[in-house]
């Protein structure tokens, strides 16, 4: 994640360890690997690329707090805010799982609950449920075969979300 930081006037002083980071409210370190840099266009501006624990998922937030570095005249930093002036940590959350689907049908043959490889005579209710909370499931991104061979248009614009869980299709 690259992050820029904005200070409000020239700054000279500010360092990696300035930086706070924390992964679900627990500090983590060398979480920058040397990539803070000042813009060399303006000394106001530093970036640098955070990389979160491998594998972590969670609330990731950075911070800089007051005093850890000073103006021109040495004047000591505030604490950081955000863009929309909010004092206080930079916060995200960190995704690296990727989402599974699993298909189900709530659908019935002849009083018999209806199973992946089974037999049906007619339109088949499926239920499709995702691993986590999903923004951009669509029609297009099912497959469906009849004997082997693709078939367009099945669902005519009937792939509705469950408007209570966003995981549901």
């Known amino acids: 994640v690259v992050l820029v ?4 006037e020239d700054i000279t002083d500010f360092v990696e360890g300035d930086i706070s980071v924390t992964e679900n409210g627990v500090a983590v ?27 972590f998922e969670g609330a990731c937030s950075v911070s ?3 005093g850890v ?3 021109a005249a040495g004047n000591q930093n505030t604490v950081s805010g955000t863009a929309n002036g909010v004092a206080g940590p930079f916060a995200w959350t960190n995704d690296t799982q990727h989402p599974t689907m699993t298909i189900t049908s709530t659908g019935a043959v002849n009083g018999t609950a209806l199973s992946s490889g089974g037999h049906a005579n007619g339109d088949v209710v499926l239920v ?12 297009g991104d099912i497959s469906v075969t009849e004997n082997g061979v693709a078939v367009t248009g099945s669902f005519n614009g ?11 299709y």
């Open 69 to 71: 570095f000073t103006d």
């Open 5 to 8: 930081f904005t200070a409000s």
């Open 29 to 55: 370190t060398g979480s920058f690997n040397g990539t803070l840099t000042a813009d060399p266009n303006d000394p106001k501006i530093y970036t640098a690329t955070f990389t979160p624990t491998a594998g």
């Open 128 to 139: 499709f449920t995702a691993s986590e909370d999903i923004t951009d499931f669509v029609e």
């Open 158 to 168: 009937t792939l509705t979300a469950d408007p209570n869980d966003p995981k549901i």
């Open 64 to 66: 800089v707090a007051a």
